[in-house]
């Protein structure tokens, strides 16, 4: 997946429950928002294009 992220905040402690996984370049690991339940909050915008089948699971998954 591409995307890219703004976020203008930072939390008090990590995510219990982090949305996102991805590795920089260079190695280093990054978590950021939050997923539980049917609950998505996330600074980080996808772009769907450069993945259409993952929208396509994505639309299965809401059906």
């Not at 539980?36 to 929208?55: F, I």
């Amino acid at each position: 997946m591409r995307g890219h992220e703004f976020h203008y905040s930072q939390p008090l402690t990590p995510s219990p429950c982090p949305a996102y996984r991805w590795t920089l370049p260079g190695g280093t690991e990054v978590t950021e928002g939050y997923a539980s339940g049917q609950v998505l909050a996330s600074y980080l915008h996808l772009h769907y294009g450069a993945a259409p089948e993952v929208a396509r699971r994505l639309v299965q998954a809401c059906r």
